[in-house]
């Protein structure tokens, strides 16, 4: 049974334009992805809110998992603020397999964003959840938290957001998605 380690953002302190927080939707998205793997085959492990990001990481080396996915938001920089949308997939720039990883985020993304041109797969050496992982792993910024209209679509799209990064995480290790019984 593949086992996926989910790191939903710790981030308290970035604040939704609409209200809310970073780490409370990327909770939400991580509740409503859970019955999707799990009706999939896929075990899951979870890192907890009042954990740092050294403890997250450190307990998904400690646990044999296969994949390592981290799901946040985004935010522009200051002279940007607001201005910014899209998703971005980030995986470490030498792991074929977090490309990998990537590029099926960016495939079913783009099957429900409302800017399909916007979603891209982004190599990086910078992210240390991504660079301090012992397995492949993907970072995923669902939309910018910044941009009103972004952030309207992530708190109204929850479940739609889980289903297509669960269905990214069924074709990564190939088996079939399934959607959980009532």
């Given at each position: ?31 409503a992805m859970e ?60 792991s074929p397999y ?85």
């Amino acid at each position: 049974m593949p086992k996926v380690y989910l790191s939903p953002s710790l981030q308290e302190y970035n604040t939704y334009v609409n209200g809310g927080t970073e780490e409370e939707f990327a909770n939400l998205i991580a509740d409503a992805m859970e019955p999707y793997l799990m009706a999939s085959g896929i075990s899951v492990g979870r890192n907890s809110p009042e954990m740092s990001l050294g403890e997250a990481i450190a307990q998904s080396n400690a646990g044999d998992y296969d994949l390592h996915f981290a799901i946040h938001s985004n935010a522009a920089p200051p002279a940007l603020a607001g201005q910014l949308q899209g998703t971005d997939a980030y995986y470490f720039y030498n792991s074929p397999y977090g490309e990998e990883a990537a590029n099926f985020v960016v495939d079913n993304m783009k099957q429900i964003v409302p800017k399909p041109n916007k979603v891209e797969a982004v190599p990086t050496a910078t992210l240390r959840e991504l660079r301090r992982t012992n397995v492949p792993a993907v970072l995923v910024e669902v939309g910018y938290h910044d941009n009103k209209e972004e952030a309207d679509w992530i708190k109204e799209n929850i479940n739609e957001i889980a289903k297509a990064l669960a269905k990214s995480i069924t074709d990564y290790f190939g088996v079939p998605f399934q959607t959980p019984k009532e």
